[in-house]
């Protein structure tokens, strides 16, 4: 994974990466390593799809910019 700590999905593999670790010291899960990758592929293509819709509704709103009323409505 890039290391560049300015890269979204660096960021989001991060987070996955410790969600996953804290997770295994709590239960007697084991993730691996393709696991946490994909998983983090995962939660950020969702992460998109997401900013897509609130753009849209945002849009439809005639407004130039997502507000919390376009996530209230997700």
């Keep these: 994974m890039n290391a560049d700590p300015r890269d979204p999905r660096a960021a989001v593999w991060l987070a996955v990466a ?3 670790s ?7 899960a084991k993730y691996s390593p ?3 990758d994909a998983l983090g592929q995962v939660v950020y293509a969702q ?10 509704f945002a849009k439809h709103a005639k407004r130039a910019k997502v ?4 996530v209230k409505v997700r």
Excluded at 22 to 28: G, L
Excluded at 67 to 70: E, F, Q
């Design 18 to 20: 410790q969600l996953c």
């Design 22 to 28: 804290a997770d295994e010291q709590k239960s007697a």
């Design 34 to 36: 393709a696991f946490v």
């Design 47 to 56: 992460a998109e799809t997401m900013a897509a819709d609130l753009e849209s």
């Design 67 to 70: 507000s919390v009323d376009d």
